[in-house]
């Protein structure tokens, strides 16, 4: 038995990091973004197609797709089209990118339903700022910045949180949790929504984990009276609010 393969395996982390698809058919593009991307914490996935895309995406919904205009078979728009008419990847943000620089062009792929638009050829500092804009938009809670709800405050850079000015300790799931919550607030999440925002929709878990694991958030928040934010909806799910 090879015990080293045990004692390697590491405990999981909260992954702040973005799981952003790159579909670009050249792969010096598709090689130099995914670099860049791993080297600013992401966690890139390829596909030179958009067949391709759309199997991965079947394995896994990334949280964020870039997606060149000019692919070979299916076009970046079509694929952007039929993105935006499926539920499971209605909201993905999506960026596109095109050595197309006619407005005429960009007002047709931002309608087709890609969030943002880069124009090749583009730096990678740029790309960053698109990515970054897009995520902080769209999918606040992959971001580190810190937010501030009520009287409670999430850093996720450091992984403090702080309710009434007392620091208070959380697990990674319930960190993950507060963090996903606060970033949207006023709003009813089912179970199913909130496992496929916190945990991902590729992980298989129970709806009742979900409620396992709010129940322990709000013990610890609740020597701060913090508990109070987060309400259950009978019959629909939770929600993170001010009024109550
Ligand atoms: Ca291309």
């Known amino acids: 038995m090879n015990l080293q393969a045990y004692t390697d395996?590491?405990?999981a982390e909260v992954d702040l990091g973005a799981h952003i698809l790159v579909v670009e058919d050249e792969m010096a593009i598709q090689e130099l973004i995914s670099l860049n991307l791993t080297q600013a914490g992401h966690e890139p996935l390829v596909?030179?197609?958009?067949?391709?895309?759309l199997d991965r995406i079947q394995d896994l919904l990334p949280d964020l797709i870039l997606v060149d205009w000019m692919l070979p078979g299916m076009?970046?728009?079509?694929?952007?089209?039929?993105?935006r008419s499926h539920?499971?990847?209605?909201?993905?943000p999506i960026i596109m990118l095109t050595?197309?620089?006619?407005?005429?062009?960009?007002?047709?792929?931002?309608e087709s339903g890609a969030d943002d638009y880069i124009t090749k050829p583009f730096s990678i500092r740029e790309l960053n700022a698109r990515i970054k804009a897009v995520l902080r938009r769209r999918a606040p809670q992959i971001t580190e910045d810190p937010v501030v709800f009520k009287t409670l405050s999430l850093d996720p850079a450091t992984h403090r949180v702080h309710a009434n000015g007392q620091e208070i300790s959380l697990g990674p799931t319930e960190f993950k949790l507060l963090h996903f919550f606060m970033t949207h607030t006023e709003r009813v999440y089912s179970r199913t929504q909130i496992l496929d925002h916190v945990w991902g929709d590729h992980v298989f878990i129970?709806?009742?984990t979900v409620d396992v694991h709010i129940r322990r958030l709000r013990s610890a928040l609740e020597a701060s009276g913090c508990d109070?934010?987060?309400?259950?909806?009978?019959?629909?799910?939770y929600r993170m609010t001010a009024l109550f």
């Open 99 to 110: 050595a197309r620089v006619d407005e005429a062009d960009k007002l047709l792929g931002l």
């Open 9 to 11: 395996i590491q405990p």
């Open 228 to 237: 109070q934010l987060l309400q259950t909806v009978r019959g629909s799910g």
């Open 47 to 53: 596909a030179s197609s958009a067949l391709e895309a």
């Open 206 to 208: 129970e709806e009742r």
């Open 75 to 83: 076009s970046g728009l079509e694929l952007v089209r039929r993105l």
């Open 87 to 92: 539920q499971r990847t209605q909201r993905v």
